[in-house]
């Protein structure tokens, strides 16, 4: 069963510097999502990308985040320069032409230290 | 705008007793998807179900049941028999409008005591 993938599952990276989550959606899909999860509570939109643009993106996605897809396979979260308060499970997902449900990947945990 | 709620943050039942999960919804979309995730420590988000706003037919699948009104914005979860693996937090979500962005509540804590 085809599925949506993110690489990597866990990520620690130093606070102010750059992170790359990296999701893989699946093949015939042309809606794009990412999510974000902080620890012990919802899950909250982020942005979702259609035609290689951002057609919607949340107040928390602010200038520090920009998306991405850079090969007509991957699909790409960049946080600039990253705070504590970046930890948190992203999820990536993606949805069907006729755009009736969003398939999660598995997360990538990020901790910021 | 779309809001979910999930008015109970932990619930603890013990091993094979029924227990139903509450969400209320609100959305001014007339065509929209309600789902409900589980979410198991591990911390994948794990698909459970999907109803669209015209179809109000109540569903099983094993253990599990949905009831979903539209009368009440309704879409209320109920696992039978419970046990030690349903403990989990699961969440219920809306999505509608252009892009079908999903708008998730604030999930419920399920813990299945033996």
């Known amino acids: 069963e085809p599925e949506v993938t993110q690489t990597p599952s866990h990520q620690v990276t130093q606070m102010g510097q750059e992170v790359i989550l990296r999701c893989v959606p699946i093949s015939n899909h042309l809606y794009f999502y990412w999510y974000r999860q902080i620890l012990g509570q919802k899950v909250e939109f982020l942005v979702s990308?259609?035609?290689?643009?951002?057609?919607?993106k949340s107040e928390i996605f602010d200038d520090q985040f920009s998306v991405e897809r850079p090969d007509g396979s991957n699909f790409t979260l960049k946080i600039r320069s990253t705070k504590l308060e970046d930890s948190a499970m992203y999820f990536c997902a993606s949805s069907t032409p006729t755009v009736t449900e969003a398939f999660f990947g598995q997360g990538t945990r990020l901790t910021v230290v | 705008a779309q809001k979910v709620t999930q008015a109970q943050t932990e619930i603890s039942v013990v091993e094979k007793e029924d227990v139903t999960l509450d969400c209320v919804y609100e959305?001014?979309?007339?065509?929209?998807?309600l789902f409900w995730y589980k979410q198991p420590p591990s911390g994948e988000l794990v698909f459970l179900i999907r109803?669209?706003?015209?179809?109000?037919q109540n569903e099983i699948s094993g253990r599990y049941s949905w009831n979903f009104q539209k009368s009440t914005s309704s879409f209320n979860f109920t696992i039978t028999a419970s046990q030690v693996v349903d403990s989990a937090v699961y969440f219920c979500?809306?999505?509608?409008?252009?892009?079908?962005?999903?708008?998730f509540g604030t999930g419920t804590k399920l813990q299945v005591i033996p």
């Open positions: 990308f259609y035609n290689n643009e951002i057609s919607e």
């Open positions: 979500a809306l999505s509608s409008g252009g892009y079908q962005k999903v708008t």
């Open positions: 109803r669209n706003s015209f179809d109000e």
């Open positions: 959305t001014r979309d007339t065509t929209y998807y």
